[in-house]
């Protein structure tokens, strides 16, 4: 006899509320210096910003470089609520490496800031079909992605994937105290 389980969120919107997960890519030089911004915070949104695109205009660098410069610069502008123009960073990202998971992990996460969920899944699918480096957080995102399009099973099976990739992690635990699962067999 097979258990049927029946989950059910006790609030339905994630989107705006719930902050997703991003993550960034290392480089060198005004790359590199790109990526402490992001990473480490910042000041001043337009410096930060500036030494980004600076790294991107001036500086020579591997694609791979230039590629991770392109992810970081979008994080900052997806923070700032700039989603058009860091869905176009993480587009170039993609152009140069395509099969780099931190630019499909962000991308999700600015299409979920967008509410385009849709779209959200199938960059969020991509980042764990390459297993990028923080699968962790593309379970999470997806799961915030499923349970707007209405696939709340889906959205629980990946808030629990997250939290068992990143043991006591806060958001995912409290993701997970919403929902409530009956043996409806």
């Not at 930060?48 to 600076?54: M, Q, V």
Request: net charge negative; glycine share 6%; proline share 2%.
């Amino acid at each position: 006899m097979k258990l049927k389980l029946m989950i059910a969120a006790t609030a339905t919107a994630l989107a705006a509320q719930t902050a997703s997960a991003q993550v960034f890519v290392i480089g060198k030089g005004l790359g590199g210096e790109c990526y402490q911004k992001t990473k480490d915070g910042y000041s001043s949104f337009r410096a930060a910003d500036e030494i980004c695109t600076r790294a991107l205009r001036e500086q020579v660098m591997t694609r791979e470089n230039r590629a991770a410069t392109y992810v970081n610069r979008g994080v900052l502008r997806m923070r700032q609520g700039n989603y058009e123009d860091a869905l176009a960073d993480y587009s170039s990202a993609l152009d140069l490496q395509p099969e780099l998971g931190a630019a499909y992990l962000n991308k999700g996460a600015a299409l979920i800031y967008r509410k385009d969920f849709d779209l959200a899944l199938a960059a969020l699918n991509r980042a764990i079909d390459l297993e990028s480096p923080d699968l962790f957080a593309a379970h999470y995102n997806r799961a915030i992605a499923r349970e707007n399009t209405g696939d709340v099973p889906g959205a629980y099976d990946d808030f629990i994937t997250a939290l068992e990739l990143k043991p006591g992690w806060d958001l995912a635990e409290r993701q997970l105290t919403r929902f409530t699962v009956e043996d409806i067999s």
